[in-house]
């Protein structure tokens, strides 16, 4: 192959250049990809039931048992709806809200705790109630490495269309062993 000179340039016309700088390619022979066949999976009608049959075990009232993101005993939660005001998420985390029913789930497993505390939320929003204290613990089962029902009640209360705010609570209502929960009220979106 030569070096291409710009006085050349008059001479050579543009096939001759092409052809210059093809010198050496070999044509493509076929421009059709052959894909492999797939091995055929023979467990995937067993892995579709079973995913089926762990989306219907994991959620209950609309509350889920899975993915779960782990908390440690110290750590505070929080939470607000986008649309509500900055000033009443800052009420709730100062504890300058009355609370006007408390549940304490200590001691119970994960299934109890999810039942009582879906039942829990729906009275209190029946009863009207704007603010409500969770006690969930500090502590971790053996084992796991995380704070348990703290975990779970994390995500459980971001999953019910009646909470719109919760955070730790302050040292004197249970730290974070406990949460003010902020309810809807007929004002609120």
Known sequence: ??????????????????????Q???PIESNKVVLKPKKKDINTRLKREA??????????????EGNIPDMKPSDILSFMIPDLPIRTFQSLKKGEYQWQEGLDLH???VEEARAELYAFIQDCRA?????VVVVHGKSWTQGSGRAELKSYV????RQMSDVIAFHSCLPADGGTGAV?????TKNDI
């Open 1 to 22: 192959m030569s070096k291409y000179n710009p006085a050349d340039d008059t001479e050579m016309d543009d096939m001759a250049l092409f052809q210059q700088a093809m």
């Open 24 to 26: 050496g390619v070999k």
């Open 51 to 64: 995913a089926t049959q762990a989306d219907e075990k994991f959620v209950v009232d609309n509350l889920t």
């Open 107 to 109: 001691g119970q497993s």
């Open 127 to 131: 009863r009207r109630f704007r603010c």
């Open 154 to 157: 994390n995500v459980w209360l």
């Open 180 to 184: 003010y929960v902020l309810l809807k």
